[in-house]
């Protein structure tokens, strides 16, 4: 069984910072690839940022320059950190991560998300 949770979520000021994680566990050798998403209210969901494989990252636009994703393999955890948070940041962000599992192939999980509120 493999779980994927997301913690760090929060309320914070516009211009404030907050920092994501997302875990994989359970019967997993590693994680080679992630990916944030968010929802608001009312809204689609969107991928907000991607790690994919060595040092390729993307992004949607309205973060570029203030969110950043990582990805530390070995604990199978990835991270992403936003700063200079905006009031239409606000939304409930979920991971998706792509782990090997035990019988040798890749999967994606997703997590159940983690609210992240921004006031003006």
């Known amino acids: 069984q493999v779980r994927v949770v997301e913690s760090g979520g929060g309320f914070v000021q516009a211009g404030g910072s907050l920092r994501l994680s997302c875990v994989a566990s359970g019967n997993i050798f590693s994680t080679s690839a992630m990916g944030w998403y968010r929802q608001a209210t009312g809204k689609q969901r969107e991928l907000v940022a991607s790690f994919t494989g060595g040092s390729s990252t993307s992004y949607v636009d309205s973060v570029k320059g203030r969110f950043t994703i990582s990805l530390d393999s070995a604990k199978n955890t990835g991270y992403l950190q936003m700063n200079n948070l905006k009031p239409e940041d606000t939304a409930v962000y979920s991971c998706?991560?792509?782990?090997?599992?035990?019988?040798?192939?890749?999967?994606?999980?997703w997590g159940k998300g983690t609210l992240v509120t921004v006031s003006a």
């Open positions: 998706n991560a792509r782990v090997r599992v035990f019988a040798g192939y890749d999967l994606d999980y």
